[in-house]
């Protein structure tokens, strides 16, 4: 209560609120005090504690206290006891001043994203704060408190995130230990440019003298185009100057991916990885990389006339082996296609009254491509031809020099050009039960080169390149049958009523010349040390051998009705596959020996509605002799139930059990090492173009929550497989499952044995807790090629979890390629 003296003024007690502009204020006291204009509020103590406690709300600003001051004036207020909430964030302070610019000054503040203001799971405390734009709290001295206790994590000064979504800011760096020394990596700063475009500068260091730098852009119009540009280079030392194993090696990544709408029937993609093999051995973070032998790239433009079914696509491509130090470049290789259409139809309604000749249907490809192929010698090959220098040339310099390609590679013609017409011709008619497709595809193919062969004074067959315009044509020919039969079986079992077998045999003959031989003019002759002519063909696309063809399947499906009326008299009947069940082979009149193919079986159900069972095998109908080699002989014995030679089997059935879930979803968040291969639409979180890939050990895929209390799939799979005179057999059994210890502590693990080695395969072993605000996880693979451990503490937050996170190893893939470094 205010004396008389101080001033005009007056009080409201009770349920009391008074609102100025877009300030509300509540309270069980508030004193107005007319001459100052300004607002005072406080609440009324109980023996149960202290109630109406003032409130105030302007804008989107909520603030608690015990006691609160607001001058009308200036908009500015004072709260003693302040409570405020920001996103996902909670602030508690001894007393903050606000101001009408969106701006808080904190004396003795705690901010936290635990919804627990008076005893928070963890704190960040300072006793200097401020808030501006409810973007960013920016902190004197501030260290971690758990619970009440103060913890040694204490920094001169802080930048906390105050809100989701992108915003400018500095971005955290990751510490760790790895061949180069001691680390900070990843620290730099992130720009959101605006709703299109972001830019992302980071750099890190090593204390033996390394250091890296990467760059990102990322851009996105919704519908138009999206993309991001990644450049990453670092220099690495390894050893000490007057090491013998000392040296310096600079390595880098460029990588872009694009896609964009140029119209509703054109668009430009692009994904270029110009990454060295340095980069990803040393650098990348990402587990993908490090396995990887190929980096490729492609930029492809398409076109599409869609009323007249036409398409073209400009593409060029390159794909390097780090293995063998091969490249695959195309530049360019172009495509058109014309999709199916009837020339001579003249019916309105398609399939509707046409003669045979309108069912006759059409398509036409086009295919040009210019290839590029660099396969440089071994060294001893070089040192033979008396150019060890030869090594030392790169892909590049033989693109650009067809002596040093020949040098590199042995070979005259860097280049390989072809393009490739195709005319596929067919219809379709009906002779009552039967639908018939008599087809015929006929092919052209453009060539600059051709091959020639010969013997050297050594005996050895060489292969020269003569240039010169070659055009290949081909054909082939042939028609399908195919019918379907149904049949019905009286069956009733509980609910299960009635069963329906569906039978579709289809069989068909091709025929196909042996385009090799001379009558065609596809090949020549060499003769060999015995004197024997060897007919060899002029470019590798010719088809060689005879066919004359007959392929016949049959597919079954054994299908039942399970009847079902629920107590509302709705029929909730369904149609139940019980077994899928198919068979093909083939007969090739036109080959001299074996001319029957290997009978392929399939099958597949589900037991129960709860268990897959798939099974594949492949019969030979030949006997194979004591060598193991197969003869002309068939092996086909009904009276002694014998119908081939099984080659390969394989079985399996897998199962997975789950109860219900209880309560609202709580997911595993555990994150494992940062993902850098990139997001490029749309543009979210700041760090979204570095994904955090989760490792959760759920259950068939299903990200493992402690809100189901336990789930578990089993799987078992055997093999058998023999080719020849020894036969190898696996029989493996599968296990993953996870189970509530309590509520909040959840055990993962997967497993497996195998019956034919007698090992265990790969195990994992995954420990969960989650806390109020934490979440822990501890995961152990004991044994094997990825024998390794993990431990993971952060905060559920998105706001604070890069920076509150205590992972070990610093990554997923450090400790598995130390001795690949």
Known sequence: MFDDSTGDFGSLFGSSSVTHKSADLAAYQIDILFDRDELRASGLASDTGTVGLPEFTQGSETFRGSSLAFNMTTERGRVVGAQTVYEDGFIRADVAKFAGDSTLFIKDGLYTTCDCFDDPSYSLRSNRMKIVDRKWVYTGPIRLYLFNIPTPLWLPFGFLPAQEGRRSGPLAPK????????????????????????????????????????????????YKYNGQLQVEYARLRRGEKNDPSFSINQTSSVRW????????????????????????????EDYTDRVRQTVGSSVTYRKRWAGVGRSLTFKTSQQQSFANNTVDLTIPSL??????????????????????????????????????????????????????????????????SASDYRRATGRDAPFAFKTSHSIPV???????????????????????????????????????????????????????????????????????????????????????????????????TYTDANGDDVRYPLVSEVRSGKQQTLNYSVSNVFETRSVEIDS??????????????????????????????????????????????????????????????????????????????????????????????????????????????????????????????????????????????????????????????????????????????????????????????????????????????????INWIPFGTFQSWGFDLHVKSGHLRDLLRLRQPKSDVSGRFDTLL
């Open 175 to 222: 510490y760790g230990e790895d061949e180069f020394g001691f680390y900070l990596r990843s620290w730099g700063y992130y720009w959101a440019l605006s709703d299109y475009l972001d830019l992302q500068l980071q750099g890190g260091f090593w204390s033996r003298g390394s250091w890296e730098s990467a760059s990102s852009v990322r851009y996105n119009r919704r």
């Open 257 to 284: 991916s694009h896609a964009q709408t140029i119209s509703p029937s054109s668009s430009l993609s692009a994904n270029v990885d110009l990454s060295t093999s340095g980069y990803l051995r040393a650098i990348s």
């Open 335 to 400: 495509s058109f296609s014309q999709s199916s259409r009837k020339p001579f139809s003249r019916s309105k309604v398609p399939g509707r009254g046409e003669a045979w000749f309108e069912k006759i249907t059409y398509s036409y490809n086009m295919t040009t491509t210019n290839r590029f192929n660099f396969v440089p010698l071994s060294e001893d090959a070089l040192n033979a031809a008396g150019d060890s220098t030869a090594s030392n040339i790169s892909w590049t310099d033989a693109l650009f």
């Open 426 to 524: 067919s219809a379709s008619f009906a002779a009552g039960p039967l639908n018939l497709t008599p087809q015929f595809s006929f092919s052209e193919d453009w060539f600059l080169r051709t091959d020639r062969r010969s013997l050297d004074s050594t005996n050895k067959v060489i292969t020269q390149s003569e240039a010169g315009f070659f055009a290949l044509h081909q054909f082939s020919t042939g028609v399908n049958a195919n019918t379907t039969v149904y049949g019905l079986f009286p069956v009733n079992i509980g609910r299960y009523q009635g069963m329906r077998h569906t039978v579709r045999p289809k069989v068909g003959f091709s025929y196909r010349p042996d385009f090799l031989t001379d009558t065609w003019g596809y090949s020549r």
């Open 568 to 777: 509302s008299g709705t029929d909730r009947s369904k149609t139940v596959t019980l077994l899928n069940l198919d068979l093909s082979s083939a007969y090739n009149f036109a080959a001299e020996q074996q001319k029957m193919r290997d009978i392929t079986i399939s099958a597949r159900s589900k037991i129960l509605g709860k268990v897959d069972v798939t099974g594949q095998s492949s019969i030979s109908p030949y006997a194979s002799d004591s060598t193991g080699s197969v003869t002309d002989n068939y092996i086909f014995d009904p009276g002694s139930l014998v119908f081939g030679r099984i080659k390969s089997f394989r079985a399996t059935a897998r199962t997975s059990l789950r109860s219900r879930s209880r309560g609202s979803a709580r997911p595993v968040e555990n994150l494992s090492a940062i993902d850098r291969t990139g997001n490029t639409s749309p543009l979210s979180d700041r760090n979204d173009q570095f994904n955090n890939s989760r490792f959760s050990g759920g259950v068939d895929g299903v990200q493992t929550d402690f809100a189901i209390p336990w789930s578990m799939s089993l799987d078992f799979t055997y093999s058998y497989s023999k080719p020849g005179l020894e036969s190898t057999r696996r029989a493996i059994v599968n296990t993953s499952f996870d189970f509530n210890l309590t509520p909040n502590w959840k055990v993962t693990a997967r497993s497996g044995y195998d019956i034919s080695e007698n090992e265990l395969v790969t195990t994992s072993l995954y420990v969960h807790r989650d806390f109020e605000c934490w979440q822990m996880s």
